[in-house]
């Protein structure tokens, strides 16, 4: 008889949770449909897909006073649609913290990486950072891999890029049309007694991000935690 090893496969997922350590939080992830009117004015704020917190009504609240800017690309007196991803910590006394908030395509559907028995085994645990390109469609037109921390090992790697692939997204839409996206994406191979902080992962300009943390790296809308006047 053959035991495995109960591991933890932790991805970026719109109903995603893991406990953040000894503080007694929990990172959820919330994903709204923003529409954006032909002043660039916030038209339209709606919850995509499920989340697994309690912040939600409150959070969106919030969200309507931050400031939304559509890019160059959209013309004056073009509606702009993006998915606003926000990871929040959710203390369990109560209240929410947000950890970040990108703009970009919202994953529709997915396929879970495979963890490789033998690593299971051996006790691998690391982040992969995938590079996708995201079709006007909102399927995969390709997957790279942008970074691996840890210990990843090249099935890893290649089991996450390979799942990827068959994702599908809702896509910005700029004027009424799709359009194209690309995004980095983490994935997090960990044991059960592994803290999720050990999948932070490190972006452009040396910012670091939550293992939840997807962020696209051409945006149509960008996001401002100022409040709007």
């Known amino acids: 008889m053959r035991t495995t090893i109960a591991l933890i496969l932790s991805l970026a997922l719109p109903v995603a949770a893991a406990a953040s350590g000894p503080a007694e939080?929990?990172?959820h992830v919330y994903t709204f449909a923003v529409d954006l009117g032909a002043d660039?004015?916030?038209?339209?704020?709606?919850?995509?897909?499920?989340?697994?917190?309690t912040a939600g009504d409150a959070l969106a609240a919030e969200i309507r006073d931050w400031v939304f800017a559509p890019d160059a690309s959209a013309r004056d007196g073009e509606n702009t649609r993006t998915?606003?991803?926000v990871v929040v910590d959710e203390p369990a006394l109560g209240g929410h913290r947000v950890v970040s908030a990108t703009t970009g395509p919202a994953l529709a559907t997915m396929t879970a990486p495979q963890y490789p028995m033998r690593d299971q085994l051996a006790g691998k645990e690391g982040m992969v950072v995938l590079r996708l390109q995201v079709s006007a469609d909102g399927s995969v037109r390709d997957?790279?891999?942008h970074a691996a921390t840890g210990g990843v090992t090249r099935a890893m790697a290649g089991a996450a890029a390979t799942a990827s692939r068959q994702w599908r997204f809702a896509p910005e839409q700029v004027a009424g049309q799709p359009v194209a996206s690309t995004l980095l994406w983490p994935v997090c191979y960990l044991g059960p007694q592994s803290a999720p902080s050990t999948c932070n992962w490190t972006g452009p300009d040396d910012q670091?991000?939550?293992s939840k943390t997807v962020l696209p790296l051409d945006p149509k809308v960008t996001v401002s935690y100022a409040a709007a006047d």
Not at 45 to 53: F, I, M, N, R, V
């Open 208 to 210: 670091r991000f939550s």
């Open 143 to 145: 997957a790279d891999i």
């Open 25 to 27: 939080s929990t990172q």
């Open 40 to 53: 660039g004015r916030l038209d339209r704020l709606e919850p995509y897909g499920t989340a697994s917190g």
């Open 83 to 85: 998915y606003l991803r």
